[in-house]
């Protein structure tokens, strides 16, 4: 039982540094201006167009796929794997299991094998590519490093030491409803949990905030419209030169 508390006073500790850090992150993305009109073209002039390419670029990496082709296919295959991986795991946080993630997890048990697939080739990517290895930090291979191990653990569950999945679900439930529950115990759950915990807690501080960050790229979220409405930053509305340029 021991070990069960302190797993789940690290996934409270975890959780609360991986929240408090993205949402401070997109509060300061959110207050910060663009001075400049910048989207890059050929862009979109509405607002709904606007829309329409950031959820392209969301779902399915149009500016990668313009750029690299090897680049966008593992990228969206570590990306699509993950989500599917991540939907397949609601199962241990639910009771009764919503209908939609039952519906999945034949799915998911693949999701992790393209999710590793992917993470592999962009890992290639920077060992074999000169001007990508050129420009790589240490960070960039640790945080592919992480992922590896935390698909290679998961997967090594399903298909190497075979965890007690009632157990863990009671674990997890447990977490959800701060009753907790004794945590089986298996290394690769071990290190796959230890590996989890090590992601959100680095999540805030890491390249990995191009998530949310996405949304707030002023080449992606702005209207090409300069001839037709002069952008100014608040912070510029009332300086002297904007005054003069009015009068």
């Known amino acids: 039982m021991a070990l069960g508390i302190t797993y789940a006073i ?17 509060l300061r993305y959110a207050r910060t201006p663009a001075p400049l009109v910048i989207p890059t073209t050929p862009a979109p002039v509405t ?6 390419r950031m959820a392209r670029e969301v779902v399915f990496f149009e500016s990668l796929f313009k750029g690299s082709k090897w680049s966008w296919l593992f990228g969206w295959l570590f990306h699509f794997g993950m989500l599917i991986a991540l939907l397949r795991h609601l199962r241990y946080f639910t009771e009764p299991v919503w209908w939609v ?12 094998m393209v999710m590793l697939v992917g993470l592999i080739g962009l890992w290639a990517r920077r060992v074999l590519v ?9 960070s960039d291979h640790l945080m592919l490093l992480l992922f ?17 999945i009632v157990s863990l679900k009671a674990f997890t439930l447990g977490l959800v409803t701060f009753s907790w529950q004794p945590l089986p115990v298996d290394a690769p759950l071990l290190i796959h949990l230890s590996l989890v915990i090590v992601l959100m807690l680095v999540f805030p ?16 979220n702005m209207r090409d419209t300069p001839r037709e409405h002069r952008h100014l930053t608040p912070w510029a509305q009332h300086s002297p ?7």
């Open 10 to 26: 690290l996934f409270y500790l975890a959780s609360v540094i991986l929240v408090a850090g993205v949402v401070s992150a997109v």
């Open 47 to 52: 607002r709904a167009g606007v829309a329409a």
């Open 205 to 220: 501080f890491s390249k990995l905030l191009h998530a949310p960050g996405v949304f707030f790229s002023p080449t992606r």
């Open 101 to 112: 993630v039952m519906m999945i997890q034949w799915l998911g048990i693949y999701g992790g």
């Open 148 to 164: 590896l191990a935390i698909a290679g653990s998961g997967l090594m569950m399903k298909y190497g030491q075979h965890t007690d």
């Open 241 to 247: 030169a904007t005054d003069s340029d009015q009068s």
């Open 130 to 138: 000169d001007r990508i290895r050129y420009i790589s930090a240490p």
